[in-house]
């Protein structure tokens, strides 16, 4: 009798033990956050901004265990993919890039109670929070160096689209070249969009040819042709939003990287430690070090110089 109690009791010992791990997993899985991803519309290997967004949920999924899936827009039917993501259930759906903006606010009407993220552009809609960066502070700098480093006094600028946060980069980059060297030419160019690497190259070309021995593209994947016809002709480029040396070695001096994977893997601790403000906007640069520069390589500064980079940065991060 007593070994048939004890049987008994033991029999629900495990079951008791059973559930309450059930309950555990079950609450693991509720607690687990996870994001959605529209990267731009040039897809992943742009070796800049859609490169870097996904390296910094990599590192969100690998130290915070906050997972995420993607999606690449090369149809360009925006919309479709983030009522997909809408439809696997993250807990945050972000767009990338000012091309996000329509479908983003779209689908943030349509759904109310998701929460989205819209990167490089600013809306009004209450479950969306926006992200932009200061970029004109991490262009200036790049501005400064092209000013002090350039023995034919003209420089180059060639953007993406003319569009605010390429117009906003361009502001940077002249201001920079002007207070260093106010006599300085700078030539501006833009392709009208950020996919065609062969425009980019001639536009280098031609700005080349009309003297500038820096150039700075700003132009997504497109960006890429100029930096590789800058090496081609033997004069100095700058890299932008990852450091992009390794494209064109001989060319690439430095890059203003604009740290997508820092903001977005902050963004994903915050979701993670239920601290994230919806609907907020969110602007980061040289003080929250989401814009700066790469290792600067291939030239030296002289010590005026660096001190004049150095000062132009902790003025950045001061404001």
């Not at 070994?3 to 629900?12: E, N, V």
């Not at 997972?67 to 690449?72: A, M, P, S």
């Not at 950020?194 to 700005?207: H, V």
Request: with cysteine.
């Amino acid at each position: 009798m007593q070994k048939k109690t004890l049987l008994i009791w033991m029999i629900g010992l495990s079951l008791l033990l059973s559930a309450c791990a059930q309950v555990s997993q079950s609450s693991k899985a509720e607690d687990k956050k996870t994001i959605g991803l529209l990267v731009t519309d040039s897809g992943l290997g742009d070796n800049s901004f859609s490169d870097s967004a996904l390296q910094g949920l990599e590192r969100a999924r690998d130290e915070l265990g906050v997972f995420f899936n993607y999606k690449e827009p090369l149809t360009g039917n925006y919309v479709g993919y983030l009522e997909d993501l809408v439809k696997e259930g993250h807990d945050l759906i972000v767009g990338l890039g000012f091309e996000s903006q329509e479908a983003v606010e779209k689908m943030a009407k349509k759904y109310p109670d998701q929460q989205f993220l819209l990167i490089d552009a600013v809306s009004s809609q209450p479950n969306v929070t926006s992200l932009t960066f200061k970029e004109d502070e991490g262009s200036y700098l790049v501005g400064l160096i092209a000013g002090m480093r350039t023995e034919s006094n003209h420089v180059g600028f060639i953007g993406g689209m003319e569009i605010p946060v390429i117009k906003n980069f361009e502001k940077g980059f002249k201001e920079g070249v002007q207070a260093s060297n106010p006599d300085a030419t700078i030539s501006i160019d833009y392709i009208g969009d950020f996919d065609n690497d062969d425009k980019a190259a001639e536009l280098a070309q031609k700005q080349i040819a009309d003297g500038a021995d820096h150039i700075f593209p700003v132009a997504g994947y497109a960006g890429v042709g100029a930096l590789k016809e800058s090496q081609k002709q033997g004069v100095y480029s700058f890299g932008v939003d990852s450091d992009q040396y390794f494209l064109a070695e001989e060319s690439i001096v430095t890059s203003m990287m604009k740290r997508i994977d820092v903001a977005l893997f902050d963004i994903a601790k915050q979701l993670k430690e239920s601290s994230f403000e919806q609907g907020k906007h969110i602007q980061l640069g040289l003080k929250e070090e989401a814009v700066g520069l790469a290792p600067i390589r291939i030239i030296k500064l002289t010590n005026p110089q660096r001190e004049i980079l150095e000062d132009a940065m902790k003025k950045g991060g001061d404001e």
